[in-house]
């Protein structure tokens, strides 16, 4: 494939690092010799020899986030062999180990709670032992953010290899999306078109092979924009992870990383705010995951790069969708390789002047302009060209209003059909308003949605389920519509709430609402009827009662204790809800990013 040409590195094997290694204050004691031959110690003891240890070459980690736990990232346990090769042959030594796993599908009650958990621990290691440099494993949704804060944080020479996207999944002739399949598969059963073995059959058809969801969720999103971001190699993102090209990547990426180490080729170099700019324009060009600002933002914020979600609607909302993949088109991970992967997308946003900052610098010493230029697509239905889009102005909305402070609005997955039932006028993204149903959390929502009393005109509220609520912030603001509507055809009712929802999902939800419901937000204060309106152009969202209403009901409230979630049920659960800021901010740790680039200081 075509993007393979674009990993070769720049720099003599064996030439002298710019800087002295990191390692040398571990492997390289002539001050104390006894403290060396401590260090090394144990590492003679699965094979390694004193020589190798103290050859002065760089020391790479391998941080390893597949595992019997973690199945969509699994495969980086044969991918990281190539990955050691590639290290070894470029004249450095690897050493694996474990980060904190992540599962999406599996972890309770969020994965998302262990986004800077995984953050905290892989900063630990690589902070703690003897790293040069470190290639990141990443693929599952926040396996991949939680790498790049911890790269950013440390930052020592550091690149990402995606797992890459699972195959195609298919029933019955048609294309079957990971994680988007669920969705379907629960609205037909709600309808009473299928039964629950069928459930099973239809959502286990869109996970067919080793791999990250094969739809554009937060997992392909988050890779992309790594990639965008340049903390990994041109081109290797969208390779599926099955592909003989994938575990080609792994053995490039390998290489690479010895000579960034050799380079000084370090993040802050990489992560600038121009290389963030790039990669809010990506993000809307693939219709990237709405969890993309989440992780975006932190990722900045470890950095010390500001960021923030008035840029994501300045810099990406007037920006075309190009690829059709699901849940924004059609199509699923194999086309959109074959089809020529980011580096396709970025050329086509470059021929139009489109892509902020073309000489923003990438891992592989080049500028993402040059690795993107005449990459063009042979697929142009896959990747349409920027002057005939799937849609004009796909970025994320920044709304503000009296329910919130601050959340986002995906408008590229407003279907036809909800643009005629809820906007003032279809033809323009513009206003609607209506009563609201509110939830508080997935429980009461599972429970009641078919009892609830509404109808073809009801905006559905999820609360209770941001970082504080359900700690970690629940993917669950999508919302179906109740049974009875939907056996009428009526699908897309409008959703808010104060959580998040799967990037594989199509719902047009306003979501990540900040503050939430349990922060104090005027979430906690709606009742079920309340009128809310939604003004698109205006960027704000208004509960329709008066001020001394809400004056009254918010004294209510606080008078009965305030807005309260489940308790905390682990040590980590705690310390993560006294610890962490809202979605708006990234939901970073609130004294972590201080600690900004520790290597150098
Ligand atoms: Fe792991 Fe989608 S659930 S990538
Ligand atoms: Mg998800």
Redesign the pocket.
Known sequence: AQALNDSSTTVPQNATPKKPLRSAAWFDRPDDRTQQTLYIERYLNYGMTKEELLSGKPIIGIAQSGSDLAP?NKHHQVLAKRVREGIRSAGGIAFEFPTHPI???IRRPTATLDRNLAYLSLVELLYAYPFDGVVLLT???KTTPACLMAAATMNIPAICLNVGPMLNGWAKGERMG??GVVWQARELHAAGLIDDDQVADMVTSGTPSAG??NTM???STMNALAEALGMALPGSAAIPAVYRERAQMAYRTGERIVDMVREDLKPSDIMTREAFENAIVSSTAIGGSTNAPIHLNAIAKHIGVPLDLDDWDRIGFEVPLLLNMMPAGDFLGEEYYRAGGLPAILAELLEANALPHPAAITANGRSIGDNARGKKTWDTNMIRPFSDPMKLNAGFLHLKGTLFDSAIMKTSVISPAFRQAFLENPDDLNAFEGKVAVFDGPEDYHKNVDKASIDERTILVMRGVGPLGYPGAAEVVNMRAPGHLLKRGVSDLPCIGDGRQSGTSGSPSILNATPEAADGGNLALLKNGDVVRVDLNKRRVDILISDKELADRRKELEASGGYRGPPSHTPWQDIFRREVGGLSEGMVLKGAPQFQRVAQT
Do not use: L
Request: one cysteine or more; charged letters at 15%.
């Open positions: 969509c599962q999406e599908t693929g599952c949704d990971a994680g990250h969801c969720g937060t997992a």
